[in-house]
């Protein structure tokens, strides 16, 4: 029914940069807030950045001025361009969407990705 699958992921160097992206499907849903969470191993996973449909966004304070996260909502999609990129930011990377059954008031839903990994060499 909603499928989410990031691509992007890779090596980089540290200061260099990726683009992760998140292709969303799932014709009879509406995808409300989107984000990417992040997991390190044996750390616990955590919330990067977020945004509403309206596109208002939020950040975690070790991403801020770093990476920007953005949406094209007529083609269910997700971004988060990273700039700047740190060894420390080496982690998987989930992309996560709250949805809701078109033409319904009913339950929100949470859906996640397989992930994406990132690596960010010193």
């Known amino acids: 029914q909603v499928q989410l699958v990031e691509s992007g992921g890779g090596l980089v160097q540290a200061g260099g940069s990726l683009k992760l992206s998140c292709a969303a499907s799932?014709?009879?849903?509406?995808?409300?807030?989107m984000g990417w969470y992040r997991q390190a191993p044996g750390i616990q996973r955590e919330l990067v950045a977020k945004?509403?449909?309206?596109?208002?966004?939020n950040y975690a304070d070790s991403v801020k001025g770093r990476f920007t996260i953005s949406r094209d909502n007529a083609k269910d999609t997700l971004f988060m361009q990273m700039n700047s990129l740190k060894p420390e930011d080496t982690a998987v990377y989930y992309c996560y969407a709250v949805v809701q059954r078109i033409g319904t008031t009913g339950p929100f839903y949470n859906y996640w990705g397989r992930g994406t990994q990132v690596t960010v060499s010193s």
């Open positions: 945004i509403t449909r309206d596109g208002n966004t």
């Open positions: 799932g014709s009879m849903f509406r995808f409300n807030d």
